[in-house]
């Protein structure tokens, strides 16, 4: 079945060290998304790549990176520059909107916590 | 810009009571709408979408009417269940390529339901 896959669940990292988030899917979606996610809060949006080699900043990408290499992984490092990296954080794909709209499909989520 | 606006939670009904979830839009054009779902500790499952005013989209007993003459895509369910307890989430995204077709969230309703 195809998918989208996040891992590791759960992740833990120690004061000022750089950390990769693993996104990959196999939906043959072109489009790719990072969002993050704190308590009782709603989603706000890191990095999204539209397509293979180009990304674009979201609203709060200060402190992280991405790659996109290849159609199916879209990584995301959480680096030290990250003040409050504690967070839940999801992954997303789409196919390009002109063909309408069919929404996102969502991974299962990291829970990334600063040990 | 676009935006969405849900009512805050969090939500606590009785089981089989009925349930009601606003979400109104603002947007240029005409755009998709979503509602979302995520259990704890998941990543967010497309409940139902409607593409066009007047399209109803329905799933799992739960139905949404996109209603342009108010911009509203309330979400409803005529009987709610302990398993429905959730996060759930609007969202619009528009139909034309690019950017535009990113999502835009609501910022989520925590739904609680006791048996």
């Known amino acids: 079945d195809g998918g989208i896959t996040q891992s590791p669940k759960y992740l833990f990292r120690k004061e000022g060290q750089n950390v990769t988030l693993s996104c990959e899917q196999n939906?043959?979606?072109?489009?790719m998304y990072w969002y993050r996610q704190d308590p009782g809060q709603g989603l706000r949006l890191i990095y999204y790549?539209?397509?293979?080699?180009?990304?674009q900043k979201g609203d709060i990408a200060e402190g992280y990176s991405v790659s996109r290499e290849k159609k199916e992984s879209f990584p995301l490092t959480v680096t030290s520059a990250q003040k409050n990296p504690t967070a839940f954080y999801l992954c997303?794909?789409?196919?390009?909107?002109?063909?309408?709209?069919?929404?996102?499909?969502f991974g299962s989520g990291t829970r990334l916590t600063v040990v | 810009g676009d935006s969405v606006t849900q009512m805050e939670g969090p939500v606590t009904l009785s089981e089989e009571a009925f349930l009601t979830i606003n979400c109104t839009y603002t947007?240029?054009?005409?755009?998709?709408l979503f509602w979302y779902v995520q259990y704890p500790g998941e990543g967010l499952q497309l409940l139902l979408k409607?593409?066009?005013?007047?399209d109803k989209g329905s799933n799992k007993g739960f139905e949404a009417t996109y209603r342009k003459e108010t911009t509203s895509f309330h979400l409803e369910k005529g009987s709610v269940q302990v398993s429905d307890s959730a996060v759930y989430f609007c969202?619009?995204?528009?139909?034309?390529?690019?950017?535009?077709?990113?999502?835009?969230f609501g910022k989520g309703t925590k739904l609680s339901v006791k048996p």
């Open positions: 997303a794909s789409s196919i390009p909107s002109n063909r309408g709209n069919y929404g996102y499909t």
């Open positions: 939906l043959n979606h072109d489009a």
């Open positions: 790549s539209q397509i293979v080699n180009d990304f």
């Open positions: 947007a240029t054009g005409y755009p998709s």
């Open positions: 409607a593409t066009k005013a007047d």
């Open positions: 969202a619009l995204g528009g139909n034309y390529g690019g950017s535009q077709g990113n999502l835009i």
